[in-house]
């Protein structure tokens, strides 16, 4: 269906970085990932969801943003 999120994708991602070290990764890690396997849509794409429905936090560093989850 067009424009629902995509939950699997979603899912996928929130798992890379809750399992990451202090539950952060570099943005432009993420992007160089190939996409979860079971998703028709792309990591910018995913990242953006993610982002719009504040499930993540971009954190700006001096080496590019950071992304973080967001305290829930």
């Known amino acids: 269906p067009h424009g629902a999120p995509e939950p699997t994708g979603r899912r996928a ?10 539950r952060e990764v570099p943005r432009g890690e993420l992007l160089q990932r190939r996409p979860p ?3 028709q849509l792309g990591v910018p794409y995913l990242l953006h969801d993610l ?3 504040h499930l993540l936090r971009s954190v700006p560093t001096t080496s590019g943003p950071m992304l973080r989850l967001a305290e829930t």
């Open 37 to 39: 396997p079971g998703t």
């Open 13 to 22: 991602l929130l798992a890379v970085i809750r399992r990451s070290r202090h």
């Open 51 to 53: 982002l719009g429905a």
